[in-house]
């Protein structure tokens, strides 16, 4: 029967795939308290116990659908090597968040609940400090590529990761708040790196 | 129901200081727990009193929450605001984010509250219009907080508008980034105030 667990073979990395999506949107809707391991079963289309054989338990669950998120996301948002100007390198990591946010709603929703989960769960701490790790990556490059440019060499690299830091999560939170920008927010943060790009 | 004397409501100045008392303690549940988890009854037992009366004051948990919104709000917002008052505004910037700072070191239930508020409102838009005061509290800051920058010269570069969109989304995100992820500290602002004075 189709409903019963654990199909073979090539079949199996296609099932977790599945069953990873179907546990992000129930996590992100519901919270992880409130997610039912049933609904995403059903959603999958197998047995709730096949969901168990794939992952052991619904926290393993969760923290396999955060390093899932964490890694598709961040690796996306993260400037190339090449980018050389930290308005081109915003304006870009804004285009790709947004474009994310539309085709892949689910990874902004549950990435933008994650940090107030793992305080409801202390057993998820150490995905905040995980989160931590991704985002100084990526606001770290950001600032060095600011400073470089000369548009934030005004900032010690802490200070500039700090703004940028505050500056993106501050956009991001508000549009996942809201379900839509603030208008014209992305813009004024293009406007504010374009002035100092080109007021050196 | 009738209203049996036993069961709580004590009068005048008691009755505030019941009334407090379910406030602090709901506030400790509400971020602790959330909105959803919050439990009136677990509220109740540890403000020290009875559900019954806690129902006298707050008849379902939206009023209760709409309570502990008003009186964080009312102890928080007036020690920002004031800072619109700074000769410039890198001094308004500095002075209420280091206001901020100070309360969500000494009185963390209060700002992780106010910074949850949003993500409660996305969940539970019930609560939207019990808390209409914090958008035009957002509001009315940072149109002053940018107005003061147009007053003293500091801010030429840009319009208003998105003066006002930028300086928002970076002290919102430092104060929801912050909380959430349990690390308040200043160098956003420092960088803020250097901004200012490159602009």
């Known amino acids: 029967m189709s409903t019963r667990g654990r199909p073979k073979g090539g079949d199996s990395a296609q099932t977790k795939k599945k069953i990873l999506d179907a546990a992000r949107l129930e996590f992100a809707t519901n919270g992880y308290d409130g997610a039912s391991i049933m609904a995403i079963a059903t959603n999958v289309g197998i047995a709730p116990s096949a969901v168990y054989h794939y992952f052991q338990s619904k926290e393993k669950l969760y923290t396999d659908v955060f390093e899932q998120t964490s890694n598709a996301i961040w690796e996306s948002v993260t400037p190339s090597e090449d980018a050389s100007t930290l308005f081109d390198a915003m304006r870009k990591l804004l285009d790709d968040s947004r474009l994310l946010a539309e085709q892949l709603p689910s990874y902004s929703d549950f990435l933008a609940s994650l940090p107030i989960e793992a305080r409801l769960h202390p057993e998820f701490s150490e995905l905040l400090e995980k989160r931590a790790v991704y985002q100084d990556r990526t606001f770290r490059r950001l600032a060095s590529i600011g400073i470089a440019s000369g548009e934030l060499d005004f900032l010690t690299e802490d200070e500039a990761t700090e703004l940028i830091r505050s500056i993106v999560m501050g956009w991001f939170f508000e549009r996942h708040f809201r379900q839509a920008e603030i208008p014209n927010s992305g813009e004024s943060i293009l406007a504010m790196f374009e002035h100092l790009l080109n007021s050196d | 129901m009738v209203d049996k004397r036993s069961s709580g409501r004590p009068t005048g100045k008691d009755s505030t200081k019941v009334r407090d008392a379910y406030i602090k303690a709901a506030r400790v549940h509400f971020t602790e727990n959330g909105y959803s988890n919050a439990s009136m009854s677990t509220i ?77 409102l996305r969940k539970f838009p019930e609560l939207s219009d019990r808390v209409e005061v914090r958008e035009n509290f957002t509001e009315f800051f940072y149109s002053s907080l940018i107005a003061l920058g147009r007053k003293t010269g500091e801010l030429e570069s840009l319009t208003d508008e998105l003066h006002i969109k930028f300086f928002r989304i970076a002290m919102q995100g430092w104060i929801y980034e912050g909380h959430y992820s349990q690390n308040v500290n200043l160098t956003t602002q420092t960088a803020l105030v250097k901004l200012l004075q490159r602009l």
Request: negative net charge; hydrophobic residues 40%; charged residues 15%.
């Open chain 2, 44 to 120: 109740a037992k540890d403000a020290g009193y009875t559900p019954t009366a806690l129902r006298h004051h707050f008849p379902n948990k939206v009023e209760l929450y709409s309570a502990v919104f008003a009186a964080t709000a009312n102890e928080v917002y007036p020690q920002i605001v004031r800072h619109l008052d700074s000769p410039s505004m890198a001094q308004a910037i500095e002075g209420s984010m280091a206001n901020m700072h100070r309360i969500s070191n000494n009185s963390p239930e209060y700002t992780y509250f106010l910074a949850r508020v949003p993500s409660e």
